[in-house]
């Protein structure tokens, strides 16, 4: 039989092993903590828009008349004031050519005019002539002169007809769509050609009745374009439409891009985040602070301060509000001045020490 002490030196071993006393270093996990901060609640509302221009239309001729060139076809990037189409302007320039020659004839009938009132003056002055002859000359100058006026108008008209017979852009932009071909008669109003500004832009988001009232003029939003996946545009609200669809209970909200992208273009559907006013009243914190239970529970960890003045991680039950960006809204469970852990959350327990390796 072993001697008794040699039996209790060996439990003891046994012991030990079965349940070793990790040093408190080695058990210390490090972690990143977060103070929160009472802000007010937001909560992200994601809709689904559209792309559009705001500016498009719909050109048409200012006088009637047979197509004679077409200078863009679709597709075309174009800029103010180039010409798009022109039609045969050859009866308008004959026109013209004859109101240039009337003209000139009556400008030299005011200098004729002119001139024999001048001689006139002096025989007057010499007593070889009534004064009523010299007013009947001035009447023939102020005759001639009104003339000559009437016709630079007429030239005038002539040289805007000539110009009513070209088609130009009224903005920057790319056509879309033409409707006419060379030797085609057209008259005023039809349409020729569809011109889309592509700049700017905004997006046309249609928003339920319940958060519609709480959308502000000139809030900033978040657009992600569905074609551009990890490309995030900024945008502020323009325009909100107070008369909204009777059936589907949604009102037209307008938003303004403020970044430009050379891939977006009108038609192009986005997913619009808006950041709204809570219903719910509470602090946010970082996503990576909340954990699942197995259960499905949302937790977060907290760094307290314990009895012998030693840092460690305490599990706390969390109800969440909503999500914004990188940031989750808690209705209850957290105050302000709580330490939240948002960095090494993902194995710790119960009142196992910390070692706090960055703060924020």
Do not use: Y
């Amino acid at each position: 039989m072993p001697p008794l002490p040699r039996i209790a030196a060996s439990l003891a071993t046994l012991v030990a092993l079965a349940c070793p006393t990790p040093s408190p270093a080695e058990s210390a996990a490090p972690v990143e903590v977060v103070a929160l901060a009472a802000t007010p609640a937001v909560q992200s509302l994601d809709l689904t828009g559209s792309i559009t221009a705001q500016r498009r239309s719909e050109l048409s001729p200012r006088v009637g008349g047979l197509v004679a060139r077409l200078h863009v076809d679709v597709g075309d990037r174009v800029q103010a004031g180039q010409v798009l189409l022109e039609l045969d302007d050859t009866l308008a320039r004959l026109a013209r050519e004859r109101d240039e020659a009337q003209l000139a004839e009556a400008r030299a009938r005011t200098r004729e005019a002119d001139r024999l009132h001048g001689e006139n003056r002096s025989l007057v002055d010499r007593a070889f002539l009534p004064e009523t002859r010299l007013a009947a000359s001035q009447a023939e100058v102020d005759i001639a002169r009104a003339a000559a006026q009437r016709l630079e108008a007429q030239l005038k008209e002539a040289g805007e007809r000539i110009a009513r017979h070209r088609v130009m852009a009224p903005f920057d932009g790319v056509i879309v769509q033409r409707m006419a071909e060379v030797g085609e008669w057209v008259d005023t109003g039809d349409a020729l050609f569809e011109l889309v500004a592509l700049t700017p832009l905004r997006v046309d988001v249609q928003m339920p009745q319940e958060r519609f009232a709480a959308v502000e003029p000139g809030a900033p939003v978040t657009i992600l374009p569905d074609a551009l996946p990890g490309v995030r545009l900024a945008g502020h609200v323009d325009t909100r439409v107070p008369v909204g669809d009777a059936v589907a209970r949604t009102f037209l909200v307008r938003i303004l891009l403020e970044t430009a992208h050379e891939r977006i273009a009108p038609g192009m559907s986005v997913h619009v985040r808006f950041a709204l006013p809570s219903r719910d009243a509470g602090l946010s914190v970082p996503r990576d602070a909340v954990v699942r239970s197995p259960d499905g529970q949302a937790e977060v960890w907290l760094a307290e301060a314990s009895a012998d003045g030693k840092v460690i991680a305490r599990r706390r039950s969390v109800n969440m509000a909503g999500a914004l960006g990188d940031r989750v809204g808690i209705r209850d469970g957290l105050q302000a001045g709580d330490r939240v852990i948002v960095r090494g959350n993902e194995r710790l327990r119960d009142g196992q020490p910390l070692r706090i390796v960055a703060e924020r």
